[in-house]
């Protein structure tokens, strides 16, 4: 179990450039989350997959987001013609569903990967 | 809709005991959970709630009242390492879980 591993940790990007990060969640979990976090703030969820179906995006985000997850396993958050306050810490977060008894559901994080536009 | 209110920040000394509280209003709730974030790092996972009542765990305890849309987060014997972002994140019968902006806990000498 090598954990949830997101590339690339830091992007430094020009505002209106399009930018990808991706996601290798924990192998056996099939829910994958990713949330945007600015300074002061909890994580703002943005988008989930459960296998390869994306199962809900968050209203807030505007169409210039999408996110993938085409075969169940890794996923990638695009963010095309950005804007400076696309700047955030990016986070992805994995986990089995919940099945009582046996687990909680709970998130595991990967490091982030942070976005400054210019 | 989810909304979830949680201090903003608390203080308390090495040794005490703090109480951090959350209320929520949350469309399909099916849990509670506490996650423990330090600057600089990710969040990790500190307790889950189901059912109404008090689950211990170590110096950590969390409760959940679910008639009354409230949990608190309590820590014992606090340690200066224990100064952290607590956030309270509410999880649905959908599998989606939403976080609160987090409690600043300073812990002093």
């Known amino acids: 179990d090598t954990g949830v591993s997101q590339d690339p940790r830091h992007k430094i990007t020009k505002r209106g450039q399009n930018v990808t990060f991706r996601c290798d969640p924990i192998?056996?979990?099939?829910?994958l989350y990713w949330y945007r976090q600015t300074l002061g703030q909890g994580p703002e969820f943005l988008t989930y997959?459960?296998?390869?179906?994306?199962?809900?995006k968050s209203r807030l985000l505007s169409d210039r987001f999408s996110a993938e997850r085409p075969k169940g396993s890794f996923s990638t958050l695009e963010i095309q013609r950005t804007e400076q306050g696309d700047s955030a810490m990016y986070l992805c977060?994995?986990?089995?569903?919940?099945?009582?008894?046996?687990?909680?559901?709970?998130?595991?994080f990967g490091e982030g990967s942070r976005l400054t536009v210019l | 809709g989810q909304n979830i209110d949680q201090p903003t920040e608390m203080t308390a000394t090495e040794g005490a005991i703090v109480q951090i509280n959350c209320t929520y209003q949350?469309?399909?709730?099916?849990?509670l959970f506490w996650y423990q974030q330090h600057a600089g790092e990710a969040p990790t996972f500190l307790s889950y709630?189901?059912?109404?009542g008090l689950e211990e765990k170590g110096r950590f305890s969390s409760f959940l009242s679910r008639s009354k849309g409230y949990s608190y987060l309590l820590l014992k014997e606090l340690q200066m390492k224990d100064s952290a972002s607590y956030l309270c994140?509410?999880?649905?019968?959908?599998?989606?879980?939403?976080f609160g902006d987090g409690t600043t806990l300073t812990v002093k000498p």
């Open positions: 977060a994995s986990s089995r569903a919940v099945v009582a008894g046996e687990n909680t559901g709970e998130l595991f």
């Open positions: 997959f459960q296998n390869e179906a994306q199962l809900e």
């Open positions: 192998s056996e979990h099939n829910r």
């Open positions: 949350t469309s399909g709730f099916n849990g």
């Open positions: 709630n189901v059912l109404d």
């Open positions: 994140v509410t999880y649905t019968n959908a599998g989606k879980s939403t």
